[in-house]
């Protein structure tokens, strides 16, 4: 009977302790991201305009894009934003 | 990229990088298409997509992609919870497809 209440005490101690350690399934994604933005512009709004430089310096403008035909039409515009620190 | 080009898509790509990192990337990479830098997070905090914080202490950009008509309306968009799942070319390439039937 004393050797059960040591192992009943035993095995209750190391349950406890690994409720304690063992680590949350959802915080430590590689890669994972603060939650997504509230404000950021939908499809079928206009895609905010802005001027930034190029990889030379040049100063451009987002909706000078648009404007440049290629080919004859006006192109759509593939907008991608990445992390960068290369 | 030919895919794009023949779908009349200019790709415009954008980091907080200034433009001599992304000139010498460039270079390595032999990348064809333009990019932008946002050094003072102009378009990053318009598109709201600024992660604070998020590479050693500095304010850089969550990935995300906009595609846009010439109109400049957006026509689709993807944000990622995880930036190691990106969308790749031909997922731009279906969906600008399935816009246009």
Known sequence: MH??????????????????????????????LPPGPKNAPQIGQKAPDFTLPDSNGTPVKLSSFSSIPTGGKPPWVLLIFYRGYW | MKEFEARNIRVVAISVDPP??????????????????????????????????????????????????????????????????????????KAFDDLKK
């Open chain 2, 20 to 93: 001599a990192t992304t000139k010498d990337h460039i270079r390595k990479q032999g990348f064809t298409y333009t990019f932008l830098s946002d050094e003072k997070l102009v378009a990053l905090k318009k598109y709201d997509i600024v992660h604070a914080a998020g590479f050693e202490g500095a304010d850089i950009s969550r990935p995300a992609e906009f595609l846009m008509d010439p109109s400049g309306t957006i026509r689709w968009l993807n944000m990622t919870d995880n930036y190691n799942k990106r969308p790749k070319a031909q997922d731009v390439i």
């Open chain 1, 3 to 32: 050797r059960s209440r040591i192992l009943l005490s035993a095995a209750l101690l190391i349950g406890t302790t690994m409720c304690i350690f063992v680590p949350p399934s959802t915080a430590q994604v590689k890669g994972q």
